[in-house]
């Protein structure tokens, strides 16, 4: 079992950096990527990034490249997501995942076994 506590969230002007942890904890020797995807109401969930533990890919969504930057510790478990200039369109419930196993479809919510319980950023113009 993999369990991920996701932490930085809130609520900040347009343009004003936001930095989001996830840390790991549980048999996290099996997780070979983590990713993050955000989700508003009556919305499907939707990829921002991930990260491949085993040769330190990073991948983005074109929404947020350029502007997000995943990164990890591989110590102590944790991803990070980097959030530069925010937009309001970037508001949503930003969730953590995890996957134990090559990922052939990275952007797919039904490649990660597990989730955080989400936290909320907000981007104010």
């Known amino acids: 079992q993999v369990h991920l506590k996701e932490s930085g969230g809130g609520q900040v002007q347009s343009g004003d950096p936001l930095r989001l942890s996830c840390a790991a904890s549980g048999r996290t020797f099996t997780i070979a990527a983590m990713a993050w995807f955000r989700q508003v109401p009556g919305k499907e969930r939707e990829f921002v990034a991930a990260l491949t533990w085993e040769n330190g890919r990073s991948i983005y969504d074109d929404s947020v490249r350029g502007r997000f930057i995943i990164t990890g510790e591989g110590a102590k478990m944790t991803v990070y997501l980097g959030m530069n200039i925010l937009r309001p369109g970037d508001t949503a419930v930003y969730f953590c995942?995890?996957?134990?196993?090559?990922?052939?479809?990275?952007?797919?919510?039904?490649?990660?076994?597990?989730w955080g319980q989400g936290t909320q950023v907000t981007g104010s113009s």
């Open positions: 995942a995890a996957a134990t196993s090559s990922i052939t479809s990275i952007g797919d919510p039904r490649s990660y076994e597990y």
